[in-house]
């Protein structure tokens, strides 16, 4: 049988202190949701995760995601941005008579979409999260590769579920954790890969490597020290040496030390445009990478896992 609240979502939910750790991910959520809402505070109902309010109901579905429960009143608050002020539950002795018409017609809509007999399935080996985002459209794997993830899970008796950032609060419920988004530092990513090793869990990418591999120059460095060959290299800085660019010749590629999938990189064809392009990095970093361009009918991708090309 299924239960909710679970036991898990209850102590969610019991101390402000608690949940706020899980509704700091819905910040994002929060302002595409609520842009056009005028007013700094909001107040709803949710009964089993359908609202009265129809323009709240986008944002409801993401709260019964997170919090399935039967009835919680949501207390928003603007202050600069939009927040969750507070979160409580409700019973069916608190509510009014027009409330429980509304309950029960949820709860049958509820019964109906979500409590079907699920499918007889083989207990896999293990089970294996993929984090991804279906809206991005550079995202490291496209849907046709992450149903290939499925089948080859499938074929090695692993249990392979996609997963996107609202799955955070449930990530110890799997074995292992692929994350199959552009990583960052100051990104959801990097919050994934920290809970996951947190809770012993397998993990691609971990936090280490997202360290090391956002940051260019320690890239760079790496490769010179382990002699392996690569594009001519400078880091440069703010005082910078138009010397050490005369030696890359042109066209040179400037990049940031943490951009990736093309994202913050240019290529200067001219000192002018060098120049350009360069006064305009340093605004955003200290440091910039500049490298000679080598020319390529098609593009390089290694890939290295487990030590091995």
Not at 101 to 108: E, R
Not at 220 to 228: F, I, K, P, Q
Request: with cysteine; proline share 5%; hydrophobic share 40%.
């Amino acid at each position: 049988h299924r239960v909710i609240p679970s036991v898990r979502t209850m102590l969610d939910l019991s101390r402000k202190t608690i949940y706020q750790l899980v509704t700091e991910e819905l910040d994002e959520d929060l302002a595409r949701h609520l842009k056009r809402h005028q007013e700094d505070q909001i107040d709803f109902v949710m009964y089993f995760g359908y609202t009265q309010q129809a323009d709240l109901q986008p944002l409801a579905n993401v709260l019964f995601d997170r919090f399935p429960t039967p009835i919680l009143h949501v207390q928003l608050r603007r202050s600069g941005k939009w927040q969750i002020h507070k979160i409580t539950t409700r019973g069916p002795a608190d509510i009014t008579a027009d409330e429980r018409s509304t309950l029960t017609d949820a709860l049958n809509s509820y019964l109906g979409k979500r409590w079907r007999a699920p499918k007889a399935r083989a207990v896999s080996r293990y089970d294996l999260a993929i984090l991804h985002n279906p809206e991005d459209t550079l995202s490291p794997s496209n849907p046709k590769a992450l149903q290939s993830f499925i089948r080859a899970g499938k074929r090695l008796g692993v249990d392979v579920d996609l997963i996107t950032r609202r799955d955070y609060p449930q990530i110890a419920e799997w074995d292992a954790l692929f994350i199959r988004e552009t990583t960052s530092i100051n990104h959801h990513t990097f919050r994934f890969a920290k809970r996951a090793e947190a809770e012993g869990m397998v993990v691609i990418d971990d936090p280490t490597s997202i360290l090391r591999c956002t940051n260019k120059v320690y890239l760079a460095e790496l490769l010179r020290t382990h002699r392996v060959g690569t594009p001519r290299t400078v880091v440069l800085q703010r005082d910078r040496s138009t010397a050490e660019i005369e030696k890359l010749g042109y066209p040179v590629v400037l990049k940031i030390p943490d951009g990736a999938f093309s994202l913050g990189v240019y290529k200067a064809n001219t000192p002018a445009e060098f120049d350009e392009i360069a006064t305009r990095l340093f605004k955003k970093s200290d440091l910039i990478l500049a490298q000679e361009f080598l020319r390529s009918e098609f593009d390089w991708r290694v890939g290295i896992l487990g030590g091995k090309l």
